[in-house]
């Protein structure tokens, strides 16, 4: 499952990693709460809607992306409330949590740390085998955390391998 | 309730509003997470005590400090995890959030909004009618909070009279 987070709008997506590196679709979304509506009750929304997401496609594993400090300072700290909400999903379900910053999700998935959204949307449409872009961009994001770990974490791909960089991409 | 959000330690309160600016104390605490775990297991946990706390005190409101872009970024946006999470906790039951910059309750607490720990403890102390000062500083900043909420809504200390600055202080 990979989640590009976001308090107005939160892409969500399921990808089942194949052999070698190719990655399956199976669903992409987007979580949209009402900016009219308290932080509490938009933040108990995303909450609930990634449960009811977690109980339809129960993922292995979860890939989030690194929230840092730049852009609005309310945004940044909504979103990042909105991580650790999600985080708190996943762990309640003993599914395991990893991150990465968007140029590590970039960088794996298009060669380029500082691609474009259209470069990133082209090539997740690439990789899937979609007949159409996926959009919104948030859902797009969504499905390129997603392949970003399945692509950096060779074992699921593989049949049980080790992989020497998995448990550092397990962030604290 | 009064949160003084953090992850590695956070402080929790409980108070009685009485009369006028009287403030009675109920409880006062402080979860901590282990360090060398993985942050969605010390989200997870952080999530488990604030639930256990609201289970014994079924507190009305929740007064929780608003995180700021200050200090060392990784610390900031693990604050930040931990107030979405504590936030959906007290959402779950319908309890509503009010959040509080950190100058806005030293300045309510003790009339100065660069006050320093050891001002605002000692009016914590004294306010609230304490032996002696709570220890740590995440305690007696959690009661800060708790206190400034109940002086910043005036309708707490009287009987149901409906205060103007009430709804200005539940944030978005």
Known sequence: MGVDPGLTRCGISTVQAGRGRSVLPVAVGVIRTDASDDLSTRLLDISMKIDEWMDEYHPDMLAIERV????????????????????????????????????????????????????????????????????????????ALAICHCWRAPMLGLSGGQNPGWSASRHK
């Open 68 to 143: 840092f400090e730049r852009g609005v300072v309310s945004t940044v700290m909504h979103t990042a409330h909105a991580v650790g909400v999600i985080i708190v999903c996943a762990a309640r379900r003993d599914i395991p949590v990893y991150m990465y910053t968007p140029s590590e999700v970039k960088k794996a998935v298009s060669g380029n740390g500082r691609a474009d959204k259209k470069q990133v949307t082209a090539m997740v449409t690439r990789v899937l085998g979609l007949a159409e872009p996926p959009r919104p961009a948030d859902a797009a994001d969504a499905l």
